[in-house]
């Protein structure tokens, strides 16, 4: 068995039972000597392994040289942490960490029933595992008692209080006995970490394990330029070129998560959903679909996914671009854990590249660009997979060898083989043919593309404050068409006419349907001949009242508030027409 300096021989057991042979460099800071008993504040980044870190680091503490706990009345160590899922995902690191201590757990988690909770804590349990709210909710109603706390333990810190969890915070270590050790883990530590750590731990000592800044050597990243409309089937290319055991599609709203999982179930992907809206129990469903190999996709929102660890994750995918340098560590630190190998790729529409280039430098991560794989180049990596299956090199036991000369007394090789390959493509989807990212050279003014041109007309117009910055987008989603695709637009008061490449003209009504609907009260009609523009004038001179700078409008025409008249007297002084009146009703009353 492998030996683990400074590691409570209890806790080393477990981790050459688990098959550990070397720790993480977080694993062997929290060890050193002088952190033994000491308040700390750690930096380190995603899937670092700090679970196992500070379980280690809180052990003396809690066992006080003993192999296993005694029975406690009273809580001795508390673990917060930001979501449902991490907590529980820690309380699990820890069941087999601890196994050889004899050590009981409670969970405190919004979702799950008080009731429960209340009875696991009565009963007796050396380590507490929760989320801020329902740990508050509990030391309020008196079913947690804190007094006996030698370690409390806050993950993802930064998390926290960007969740707004700040006052939770404060009260549970308010609430907690004056001499606790406090760990906070983090992977920044901002202002508000550090004030944090300054205000509740005594003469913490600072751990920064590797540089904040710096890219994970684990993940490859790539950033794949689609066309604005093209996501979803960009989306679904990569998931079947990567062909992952585990791949997380990471979206920025619930909405977005709903639509997506449809999608892809829709093209035969074993996909679950993981956002706020779900109870706890089919959060919990989801995670374990994605374990045991039922689920191979999961789609989720940022809080949703935050700290979860699945084992097998080999694809992250933005299909949102993150909004920050934090989110986007966070996500793409969901693969390339604990020494593993990921993926992380970014679908980036090609009118979003300067800004997604300028958040990959923030994060220091370099990227390599591309085009997201095209069907040709997925049935070609299918190919491939399919000749390296190791199912055609593995040795045959005694029964397949006399199955395999049973059918190949009925079936000649090449019908044998190509059963093979039909099983093997059967439940893989359709690779989807993708739309050109932009234009590889800027386009000249005189367009040769649009000499014989097709005009449409789209049941909007003027008075319906129709603008090209709205329809352009509408009309390439709506019929799987690029802004290239699209020439002049006339808007007219209660119609526009839009201009189409010939060459798009027969895909675009297709997509569209018979009803010729592009939105819930838009039509699109198709013209026989290039539109007459007429003049409006009343249109123009409505438009012109409304904006009082428009050309051909003088001063003269302008309205102006009627001015008070005045009366000039013989000395010289102005006097107000209507302040006589005034003070003879004065006088009057």
């Not at 987008?473 to 690029?482: E, F, K, N, Y």
């Given at each position: ?39 700390i504040l750690v930096s380190a980044q995603t899937g670092s392994g700090k679970t196992v870190a500070y379980g280690m680091s809180i052990a003396p503490t809690l066992l006080a040289g003993a192999d296993r706990f005694q029975q406690t009345r009273v809580p001795l160590a508390l673990v917060v942490a930001p979501t449902r899922e991490l907590a ?502």
């Amino acid at each position: 068995m492998t030996e683990f300096e400074g590691v409570a021989s209890a806790l080393a057991q477990a981790l050459g039972k688990h098959g550990y042979s070397t720790l993480t460099p977080v694993q062997h800071a929290m060890l050193a000597p002088e952190l033994t008993g000491a308040d700390i504040l750690v930096s380190a980044q995603t899937g670092s392994g700090k679970t196992v870190a500070y379980g280690m680091s809180i052990a003396p503490t809690l066992l006080a040289g003993a192999d296993r706990f005694q029975q406690t009345r009273v809580p001795l160590a508390l673990v917060v942490a930001p979501t449902r899922e991490l907590a529980l995902q820690v309380k699990r690191e820890f069941e087999w960490l601890y196994e050889m201590t004899g050590a009981s757990y409670a969970s405190c988690v919004g979702g799950m029933d008080m009731r429960d909770e209340r009875r696991a804590l009565q009963r007796g349990a050396h380590i507490v595992f929760g989320t801020p709210g329902r740990l508050r909710d509990h030391i309020e109603r008196g079913s947690f008692d804190t007094t006996g706390l030698q370690a409390v333990v806050l993950d993802e810190a930064d998390e926290m209080l960007d969740l707004g969890f700040r006052d939770d915070l404060e009260y549970i270590l308010h609430a907690a006995p004056k001499d606790r050790r406090i760990l906070m883990f983090s992977a920044t530590v901002p202002k508000s970490i550090a004030s944090l750590a300054k205000r509740y731990q005594r003469d913490a000592v600072r751990v920064a394990v590797t540089p904040e800044q710096k890219q994970h050597i684990d993940i490859e990243y790539r950033a794949l330029t689609i066309a604005p409309n093209d996501r979803e089937n960009a989306i679904v290319n990569v998931l079947r070129y990567f062909e992952a055991k585990n791949s997380l599609v990471f979206c920025s709203t619930r909405a977005t998560v709903n639509h997506m999982t449809s999608r892809l179930n829709n093209r035969g992907f074993s996909v679950v959903a993981l956002s706020g809206e779900l109870s706890q129990k089919e959060r919990t469903h989801a995670l374990q679909a994605m374990r045991d190999g039922r689920a191979r996709v999961c789609v989720a929102t940022d809080v949703a996914a935050r700290g979860i660890d699945l084992p097998n994750l080999e694809l992250v995918i933005h299909a949102d671009i993150p909004k920050n340098r934090e989110i986007l560590l966070h996500r793409s630190g969901r693969t390339g854990r604990a020494g593993r190998k990921g993926t992380c790729t970014f679908i980036v529409p090609h009118n979003w590249r300067k800004r997604t280039e300028r958040l990959l430098s923030s994060a220091n991560i370099e990227a390599s660009w591309a085009k997201p794989p095209s069907a040709k180049d997925i049935l070609t990596r299918d190919h491939e997979r399919l000749l390296s299956d190791p199912s055609l090199s593995e040795p045959l036991t005694e029964i397949e060898k006399t199955i395999a000369q049973e059918i190949l007394t009925r079936y000649n090789a090449e019908q044998v083989a190509a059963a093979f390959v039909r099983k093997h493509m059967r439940d893989q989807a359709a690779p989807e043919e993708l739309l050109d990212a932009a234009p590889s050279e800027k386009q000249q003014r005189m367009r040769d593309d649009f000499k014989d041109g097709v005009w449409i007309s789209v049941s909007v117009g003027r008075e319906q404050n129709a603008e090209p910055r709205w329809l352009l987008p509408m009309l390439c989603r709506a019929g799987h068409i690029t802004k290239s695709d699209i020439g002049a637009i006339r808007i007219q008061p209660r119609e526009t006419f839009v201009e189409l490449a010939p060459h798009c003209v027969e895909q675009f009504l297709d997509v569209i349907g018979p009803g010729a609907k592009i939105e819930k009260n838009i039509s699109v009609t198709r013209l026989e001949k290039a539109p007459v523009v007429k003049q409006d004038s009343r249109s123009d001179k409505l438009r012109r009242e409304k904006n009082p700078f428009a050309p051909g409008k003088s001063g003269a025409q302008k309205k102006s508030k009627p001015k008070r008249k005045f009366l000039q007297k013989p000395e010289g002084k102005v006097e107000n027409k209507n302040a006589g009146n005034k003070t003879k009703k004065k006088n009057k009353g």
